[in-house]
């Protein structure tokens, strides 16, 4: 391998290190800085200290109201604050992020960069006009405290082995989907880790960078200047690529260009908003997508969300009711053989904070596109027949992986009721139990339609496999 002597005349040339601010820890323990400044500090200092995602500062009518986002649960982290300090501390947060103090009646976006325990942290804020004064949201980016693991991330081996088998074709199109906050990203970034290699050319376009990958060509969406994901994209594929990232399919023209890329032999990784698996299919067609596009490129389709895990120094062991089970499609002779944990009542666990809970677990619905799925998408087969042909072939619903996790004592049924309980993931769940034959596995009886776990042994339905 050649190596360049290089003079320090190159010195001149480097462009300037981005300004980052004081370190947060030092600058909220200033006594001499204004009390507004260390209010600022000690908010942000606080979300971190606990590892939220947010923070919400919010005008109320009889003061200002800051919750912090844990594990995907908004929380009260201080007492309310007089209504004097509201103009104060939104100028702060302004001046930090680089917007524009005297705009009040219009939304602002803007950007704050800090040090804390040694690491750069940035948070991305948003500002919006609201009926008591401007409330501002800050999500926290710290790239530092991600695990981009595979293994970490995914618990079922079955579904991690699909994950990974589909994140390794050398070209095709794969979806990721989930709300707001449900980690696609985490996801999507470790595939990417999985593949930096440098013997392939790797490319993403993103609106905001949230990791930093080292040997990976990074773009940031700028819509000010024109430069959006489709028109990156276009960009990419005059850059000789192998792998390439969209941070988000929100329009026809990106998901077009993001399907052509996959056609013409590139690994497209991307991002879409639906409620599961099936449903993407059909969400791209609303956007105007042809089928014959769909099922030549697709590879499969990731959904996920995120179930927040119990504290393994305070749970305790749990026996549901038949009630609490039929209303998440249990059902059993002896609910007693079932084994459940939950959180403890008046908890005062140091490790979560009397929470009950402490950092949170992935749910994944994974569905592969075989032969005749990719037959079916290009016939334009309707969401919930391409859902029956999915469950047919193997796949897990949300709600059977969440009751998975219930059962290991990862999460508690409470949970998996408050995220993945719907009326259309339950029947979906009972459709899947049922494609299976009418004896038990486990005992050889014969079992009613209706019944999801054999009652004589309590063994549940299979599935049929691929």
Avoid at 99 to 114: K, N, S, Y
Wanted: hydrophobic share 40%; aromatic share 4%.
């Amino acid at each position: 391998m050649e190596r360049f002597e290089l003079s320090d005349s190159f010195e001149s040339f480097a462009p300037p290190e981005a300004p980052e601010g004081p370190d947060l820890e030092q600058s909220a323990a200033d006594a001499s800085a204004a009390p507004v400044v260390q209010l600022a500090d000690r908010i942000m200092v606080r979300a971190l200290a606990i590892g939220a995602s947010d923070i919400h500062v919010e005008p109320q009518e009889k003061g200002l109201q800051v919750r912090l986002r844990l594990d995907g649960v908004l929380q009260k982290a201080f007492e309310s604050l007089p209504s004097k300090v509201i103009p104060a501390l939104t100028s702060r947060f302004k001046i930090m992020a680089d917007l524009d103090i005297a705009e009040r009646r219009l939304p602002q976006d803007g950007r704050i960069r800090r040090h804390y325990k040694g690491r750069t942290v940035d948070f991305r804020v948003n500002v919006l006009p609201s009926r008591f004064g401007e409330k501002i949201v800050l999500r926290l980016l710290d790239s530092s405290a991600a695990q981009l693991d595979l293994d970490q991330l995914v618990t079922d081996p079955v579904a991690l082995a699909e994950i990974r088998d589909m994140g390794r074709k050398p070209y095709g199109i794969l979806l990721v989907t989930g709300p707001t906050g449900s980690g696609k990203s985490t996801t999507l970034y470790s595939l990417l880790a999985e593949r930096n290699d440098p013997g392939l050319n790797i490319s993403t376009v993103e609106d905001p960078i949230e990791y930093t990958l080292p040997g990976i060509t990074q773009t940031q969406v700028n819509r000010d200047k024109g430069l959006d994901f489709s028109q990156a994209l276009r960009a990419f594929m005059r850059q000789d690529p192998d792998v390439l990232l969209v941070g988000e399919t929100r329009d026809l023209e990106t998901a077009k260009t993001a399907l052509e890329a996959a056609l013409t032999g590139h690994l497209v990784l991307t991002t879409l908003h639906c409620n599961d698996a099936p449903s993407a299919v059909a969400r791209l067609e609303e956007m105007g997508v042809e089928t014959f596009l769909l099922s030549a490129s697709l590879i499969g389709v990731l959904s996920q969300r995120l179930l927040r895990r119990l504290c393994q120094h305070c749970r305790q062991p749990h026996h549901p009711q038949e009630a609490e089970l039929a209303r998440v499609g249990l059902l059993a002779s002896d609910p007693a053989n079932l084994n459940f944990f939950k959180i403890p009542a008046n908890n005062h666990c140091p490790h979560c904070g009397g929470m009950g809970y402490r950092g949170r677990v992935g749910v994944y619905e994974v569905m592969r596109v075989n032969e005749a799925m990719a037959a079916a998408i290009g016939k334009g087969t309707a969401t919930d027949q391409l859902r029956r042909l999915a469950m047919a072939n193997g796949m897990k619903t949300l709600l059977s992986y969440g009751l998975e996790l219930a059962q290991q004592g990862l999460t508690s049924l409470e949970e998996v009721e408050r995220v993945l309980l719907t009326d259309s993931g339950l029947e979906q769940e009972i459709r899947a139990r049922q494609i299976s034959t009418a004896t038990c596995r486990g005992c050889g009886a014969g079992l009613r339609d209706e019944w999801l776990d054999c009652p004589y042994c309590v063994t549940p339905r299979g599935t049929l496999q691929k």
